[in-house]
């Protein structure tokens, strides 16, 4: 398998949170207009998702992802909890292990696992050295006050900025590699 990776994805406010103190996400629908932005088509959108091999989430990331409506298929999707959690979904396991091994295990069997939330599991691949690459989206909106995306992690990680897009509904992404720390 070629250079498989872990891609931490998140949708934030321009000041960095990810959710409002209620859990509130309806600021996520921007209607912005950025005249000079790309429009993506519905075959782009389907061939991205496509591309998606595995997906990661903690458990009330999952929880919203049942409420709102699940999107993600039949795609595997690996929750990490230590909650004791059920699920109808066939493509959902549950783990509570060491996130090292898990990433060892993902990587061996999928080229590209995205890591789409929430904070305390974002933290944790960062402070691990887990994550390949960050995928921020960031939408036109101020929220002032919620749950932040980067919470504290502790120390200090390198960034090379990969690429960037801005749409035409006024969010813009930016795709970063994470640049791995050599050992001494």
Known sequence: MANPKITIHMVASLDGFIAKDDNDLSWM???????????????????????????????????????LGWVYGDTPVVVVTNRDLETEKPSVRFYGGDLSVLVTELKSKYSNIWMVGGAVLTKAFLQQDLADEIVYTIMPVLLGKGLLFFDFIGKEKRLHLKDTTAYNDGMVELTYEVIKEQPL
């Open 29 to 67: 629908q921007s209607t912005d207009a950025y005249e000079k932005g790309t429009q993506l088509t519905e075959d782009q959108i389907t061939e991205f998702v496509n591309s998606i091999d595995c997906y990661v989430m903690g458990a009330t990331t999952y929880e919203h992802a049942l409420q």
